[in-house]
């Protein structure tokens, strides 16, 4: 068998997880609200219309924070058509997916949900066919205390209490030429910047996203990100990126699509750093992966004018599960500059939750994968030492068969090894030395794989994709030997002995 030699040091560290990295998105498209989250008449529907399930589902992948209302749903949207007595409020032509918003969900019924689950919002201003002056009316909406118009409108729609929303999207993917007002990065600079300027007179404590590049395919990265920058530095926080990815028929391509995520990130922290220099600025400026997954675009049809209808329902199989965890790890070995990440998206749209509506809600394949680095890679992420055989692609050159991530938690005194097996044929042995950590054990080795790739989880068949343990027992020391079976995701966690 093939060796994977692997070395980890509790000196040698990347950076602390923010737990935010493991967000997601909901978008008011398709079914992500309506028959997603929001179900009123549903049999486990709570007594604001919020589906139970939905909510068991979302508590176990322990979602920190989630971002709203879109999306390119956004660039079309007026917020304040979402508030006030339901019945009073317009439905809509949503131009972005060619439905019928019909409002009945809205920011106060989103902070609700919020609310019950824990979960930050992370909120996004229109700034297609919104203005910022909108921009800022909407964050007195949500975070001035009173006493005002906006504030005023709050507490008469039954909200007292500020929402303190912390985090704001200055629009979403506003490069794309798919985008209701798509700006060039001069308009939106200047545009993101006025806005910016007044949400934070509003509100001086929030912390905002400028939109970076919709994807590492658009003719204008980096430029794109530069010239935003160079417009916006010293007013946000953060520049987003957003990337998806599908199998196109090659499957080692495919599932190096870590690789690919990976230089997406190190060109945009580096056009960040030109424009740090450039200004002799102090600030480091963050990213904020706030749309990542796996989607198969190729195969989105729009149905016309319909509420809710079942469009981008991606039906994630066994080898979408193996390709995720690779990008999960990607994020993790750069939690020293992506402080934020949203799984796109949470609920039935190119989701890790499907629901039937009226019926259940199942795991997707892609669920698991999320659940653990969600649950388990928490604490610092290790500049761990490994030494891979090579796998050859077309398309991302030669990439190291196993993509992996370990985090250390300090609270319990664990770590959790992430790991993905590209190797079609062969599995590898995984030669892990701890070296400062000193004894460890096993305490539990979870994979996911089997022979059927296109294995997926249905209605009728929900646990036909899940991961399996492996006997682990007799398995501790300094010098452990794992095997990571061919075309696998992989888990394993240990304990460690000494402090
Ligand atoms: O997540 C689906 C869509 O992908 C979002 O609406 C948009 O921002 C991106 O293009």
Not at 258 to 276: E, G, H, L, R
Not at 406 to 416: K, Q, V
Request: charged content about 25%; some cysteine; hydrophobic content about 35%.
């Amino acid at each position: 068998m093939k060796r994977v030699t692997y070395f980890a040091d509790k000196n040698y560290k990347i950076g602390q997880v923010d737990p935010k990295l493991f967000g997601s998105f909901i978008e008011h498209l398709g079914r992500a609200v309506y028959t997603g989250i929001y179900e009123p008449g549903h049999p486990t529907a709570d007594e604001d219309g919020f589906r139970k399930d939905v909510m068991d589902l979302v508590k176990e992948l322990n979602v920190p924070i989630v971002r709203y209302p879109g999306g390119n749903f956004l660039s079309g949207y007026d917020w304040t058509d979402g508030i006030g007595p339901i019945e009073n409020r317009p439905r809509r032509l949503d131009l972005a997916w060619r439905t019928t918003e019909p409002n009945e969900v809205g920011i106060d019924e989103f902070m609700k949900w919020a609310n019950k689950l824990n979960i930050e919002p992370m909120l996004a201003v229109n700034l297609g066919t919104g203005t910022p002056k909108e921009a800022g009316f909407f964050v007195e909406y949500c975070n001035h205390p009173g006493n005002t118009y906006w504030s005023d409108l709050r507490i008469q729609n039954g909200h007292k209490d500020p929402y303190n929303v912390k985090v704001w999207c200055l629009g979403n993917e506003m490069d794309g030429p798919w985008q209701i007002g798509q700006l060039s990065a001069e308009d939106y600079g200047k545009k993101a910047r006025e806005t910016a300027k007044i949400m934070k007179w509003v509100d001086p404590t929030i912390e905002l996203v400028a939109c970076g590049s919709s994807s590492a395919e658009m003719p204008t990265f980096p430029e794109w990100d530069r010239v935003v920058l160079e417009h916006l530095y010293e007013h946000v926080d953060y520049i987003s990126c957003h990337r998806y990815y599908e199998n196109l028929g090659d499957t080692n391509d495919f599932l190096g699509s870590f690789a690919d995520m990976d230089n997406f990130i190190k060109t945009i922290a580096s056009t960040a750093d030109y424009v740090q220099a450039k200004y002799r600025s102090k600030k480091k400026m963050y990213i904020s992966f706030d749309e990542w997954n796996v989607w198969y675009q190729k195969k989105v049809e729009l149905k016309d004018w319909e509420v809710a209808p079942p469009i981008l329902e991606d039906i994630y199989s066994l080898l979408d599960s193996l390709v995720f965890g690779g990008l999960m790890c990607t994020l993790l070995q750069h939690v020293d500059r992506v402080k934020m990440a949203s799984l796109a998206q949470l609920v039935n749209v190119i989701a890790p939750i499907f629901t039937q509506k009226g019926g259940p809600a199942i795991k997707q394949a892609i669920f698991y994968p999320f659940y653990q680095v969600s649950n388990y890679g928490r604490g610092e992420v290790l500049n761990t030492l490994i030494e891979a055989p090579k796998l050859a692609t077309n398309r991302h050159g030669d990439i190291p068969l196993v993509q992996s991530s370990t985090t250390y938690n300090a609270e319990d005194n664990t770590l959790s090894i992430f790991a993905l097996n590209c190797s079609e044929d062969e599995d590898l042995v995984l030669d892990a030395q701890f070296r400062s950590f000193g004894s460890v054990q096993v305490i539990e080795h979870v994979v996911m794989d089997g022979t059927d790739l296109n294995a997926v989880n249905n209605f009728a068949n929900p646990d036909n994709v899940k991961p399996r343990n492996v006997d682990v027992s007799n398995k501790s020391g300094d010098h452990i030997e794992i095997t990571l079976p061919r075309m696998s995701w992989n888990m394993i966690r240990l304990q460690c002995t000494s402090n």
